[in-house]
């Protein structure tokens, strides 16, 4: 069965400080890897995606994040966090089903940014 | 913004009684989605749809019924709906890659009295 661990259920940080969400899963083949942001009440947005090539990939909103295979991880990092980043994240990954495509989601994190 | 329109926004409605939910898209995209999401549990698929007519059980698909008569309409019915079934139903979209992204609508908050 593929999955996706998101570890921490709440981040808080400073404003200005670094940021790195966890982000782990389990799958037998090469992963489609996303992450989304949730602001309140509304839906999410995609932040960025990995299915090949350079294992760091770069996002919206000075989001980017590491693939490495090794430790089935897709963590996702920002060198300087801002207020309006405060939200929930999830990491999703994109699974096979009978020919269909089918994103599965972990958890979700909520990032809390104190000024 | 993708064009994805869910309705209603919100809903108040009593045990027992059916429930509709409706999400329309304007992109023509094959998968459509719905999932919902509660504290703690992240998003958690119902069913989906892989076309017109093509639907599928997703994890937590008891209790739920959907339906694909277009490509531009999804509807997930709780035929009886329960108080577990209060949460945030939210639709969501994805073309035919699978490195393609799901694009999501706004919401729909059930409470189920």
């Known amino acids: 069965a593929q999955s996706v661990t998101q570890p921490d259920i709440h981040i808080t940080v400073s404003e200005g400080a670094s940021l790195e969400l966890r982000c782990n899963y389990s799958?037998?083949?090469?992963?489609?890897l996303f992450w989304y942001v949730q602001s309140p009440g509304q839906g999410l947005q995609l932040l960025l995606k990995y299915f090949s090539g350079d294992t760091l990939v770069q996002g919206i909103k000075g989001f980017e994040a590491e693939f490495k295979r090794s430790q089935s991880s897709f963590n996702l990092r920002k060198p300087s966090v801002h207020w309006s980043d405060a939200a929930e994240y999830f990491c999703a990954v994109v699974r096979g089903r009978g020919g269909s495509y089918i994103p599965t989601f972990g958890r979700g994190t909520s990032l809390i940014v104190h000024p | 913004d993708a064009g994805i329109t869910q309705s209603p926004r919100h809903k108040v409605t009593e045990t027992g009684t059916p429930v509709t939910l409706r999400c329309h898209q304007t992109e023509n995209h094959r998968y459509m989605y719905w999932y919902r999401q509660d504290p703690g549990h992240g998003l958690r698929l119902i069913h989906y749809?892989?076309?017109?007519?093509?639907?599928d059980k997703g994890e937590v698909s008891d209790g739920y019924s959907v339906s694909r008569s277009k490509t531009e309409d999804f509807l997930l019915t709780l035929e009886s709906a329960t108080s577990s079934q209060t949460s945030v139903y939210f639709c969501?979209?994805?073309?035919?890659?699978?490195?393609?992204?799901?694009?999501f609508g706004q919401g729909t908050r059930l409470t189920v009295v």
């Open positions: 799958y037998g083949a090469t992963p489609y």
């Open positions: 969501a979209i994805s073309g035919t890659e699978r490195n393609t992204e799901a694009f």
């Open positions: 749809s892989y076309g017109v007519k093509d639907t």
